[in-house]
């Protein structure tokens, strides 16, 4: 049987490396069923329709994972809308037009439970997502965002395509982005508390620590990323998240790190900063429905591993 030909968009980011590694397992080695393409913004601008289109024609993929994003934390969001709008929508535009023209028998695109309305109740399902405004900090990329569920439901409506959407939690683990300001909570408090070691200051934390998150190890949502792949045919989005009573306060993810570094005692909490929402609890009831129960990697052995990632590829990681 001919391999099939598996596109990794953003193939070198967190979801994408998490991808490659769980594609490596026996599972998808033993029937040499696939041969998969992480794609870098090196081999090809997806904000480009041409060199998009080129590159399809070339690589001919029979399935696509969309991961590919201009993403940047609540800085970049607030202060570059035109690009995040922008670049998001083309990449996804161009990205699902491609698809299409090339028969690719099935996407899996990657949407993310921060795109909700700002104004919902908890815990949010996938039938919620368009119910009202996104917050108004980041609206540029959380509608261009929504816009691929958007998108690709008129793909399937009008042409009987397979372009499915998953909605993950916050996303954690190697290959992620460590930036102070622009990565996201864990990645930065690692880089953080790795800092305030090395140069003997107080570990300090923005808030209380009180809101809770729901946290979802890379590797896991890889494994489900390529589970939806082969099982999922819903034109419905779905929901891929650990359970609502897994939620961790970001104090204890605090005290989890600062305890991987042995700098427990340096933690602060400066409660003069704002602590942001108390909590945005998805609920993964369709997922547990369809797939049964999934076993997640435990927070305090995900965040060993990023910490002990982190400390490893130091020098060549995002930063
Ligand atoms: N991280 C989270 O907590 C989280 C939570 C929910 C949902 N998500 C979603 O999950 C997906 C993957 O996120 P991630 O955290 O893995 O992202 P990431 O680590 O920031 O990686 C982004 C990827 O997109 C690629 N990319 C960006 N602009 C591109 C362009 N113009 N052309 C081609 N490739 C481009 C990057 O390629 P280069 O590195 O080669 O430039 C990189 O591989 C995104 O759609 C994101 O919205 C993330």
């Given at each position: 049987m001919?391999?099939?030909?598996?596109?990794?968009?953003?193939?070198?980011g967190?979801?994408?490396?998490a991808?490659?590694?769980?594609?490596?397992t026996?599972?998808?080695?033993?029937?040499?069923?696939?041969?998969?393409?992480f794609?870098s913004?090196?081999?090809?601008?997806?904000?480009?329709?041409?060199?998009?289109?080129?590159?399809?024609?070339?690589?001919?993929?029979?399935?696509?994972?969309?991961?590919?994003?201009n993403?940047?934390?609540?800085?970049?969001?607030?202060?570059s809308k035109?690009?995040?709008f922008?670049?998001?929508?083309?990449?996804n535009?161009?990205?699902?037009?491609?698809?299409h023209?090339?028969?690719v028998?099935?996407?899996?695109?990657c949407?993310?439970t921060?795109?909700?309305?700002?104004?919902?109740?908890?815990?949010?399902?996938?039938?919620?997502?368009h119910?009202?405004?996104?917050?108004?900090?980041n609206?540029?990329?959380?509608?261009?965002?929504r816009?691929?569920?958007?998108?690709s439901?008129?793909?399937?409506e009008?042409?009987?395509?397979?372009?499915?959407?998953?909605i993950?939690?916050?996303?954690?683990?190697?290959?992620?982005?460590?930036?102070?300001?622009?990565?996201?909570?864990?990645?930065?408090l690692?880089h953080?508390?790795?800092l305030?070691?090395?140069?003997?200051?107080?570990?300090?934390?923005?808030?209380?620590?009180?809101?809770?998150r729901?946290?979802?190890?890379?590797?896991?949502?890889?494994r489900?990323?390529?589970?939806?792949?082969?099982?999922?045919?819903g034109?419905?989005?779905?929901?891929?998240?650990v359970?609502?009573?897994?939620?961790v306060?970001?104090?204890?993810?605090?005290?989890?790190?600062?305890?991987?570094?042995?700098?427990?005692?340096?933690?602060?909490f400066?409660?003069?900063?704002?602590?942001?929402?108390?909590?945005?609890?998805a609920?993964n009831s369709?997922?547990?429905?369809?797939?049964?129960?999934?076993?997640?990697?435990d927070i305090k052995?995900?965040?060993k591993?990023?910490?002990?990632?982190f400390?490893?590829?130091?020098?060549?990681?995002?930063?």
């Amino acid at each position: 049987m001919a391999q099939k030909i598996v596109l990794v968009t953003g193939g070198t980011g967190l979801v994408g490396k998490a991808i490659e590694t769980v594609s490596q397992t026996q599972q998808y080695q033993q029937f040499n069923k696939y041969r998969f393409i992480f794609l870098s913004s090196k081999d090809c601008n997806l904000t480009d329709y041409i060199a998009t289109d080129n590159y399809f024609d070339k690589t001919r993929p029979s399935y696509v994972i969309h991961l590919a994003a201009n993403v940047g934390g609540l800085f970049k969001n607030m202060n570059s809308k035109v690009q995040m709008f922008e670049d998001n929508m083309m990449i996804n535009m161009n990205i699902l037009k491609c698809c299409h023209k090339y028969n690719v028998e099935k996407v899996v695109s990657c949407l993310s439970t921060c795109i909700f309305p700002d104004k919902t109740t908890y815990p949010i399902n996938e039938e919620m997502l368009h119910n009202g405004p996104p917050h108004t900090s980041n609206d540029a990329y959380e509608y261009a965002k929504r816009m691929i569920e958007v998108q690709s439901k008129a793909y399937n409506e009008q042409y009987g395509n397979k372009f499915v959407c998953v909605i993950p939690t916050n996303i954690y683990g190697p290959y992620d982005n460590f930036h102070l300001q622009d990565g996201h909570v864990i990645p930065s408090l690692i880089h953080k508390c790795y800092l305030a070691k090395k140069t003997n200051q107080p570990f300090i934390v923005s808030g209380t620590g009180n809101p809770l998150r729901q946290f979802i190890y890379s590797d896991d949502l890889a494994r489900l990323m390529l589970w939806a792949l082969e099982n999922y045919d819903g034109s419905e989005s779905i929901i891929l998240s650990v359970n609502e009573n897994d939620e961790v306060s970001i104090g204890d993810v605090a005290r989890e790190i600062a305890h991987n570094f042995d700098y427990e005692e340096h933690l602060v909490f400066d409660t003069t900063k704002p602590d942001g929402q108390y909590r945005k609890t998805a609920d993964n009831s369709k997922l547990r429905k369809l797939y049964g129960e999934y076993t997640f990697v435990d927070i305090k052995d995900g965040i060993k591993l990023s910490v002990d990632w982190f400390i490893k590829n130091y020098d060549v990681c995002r930063k």
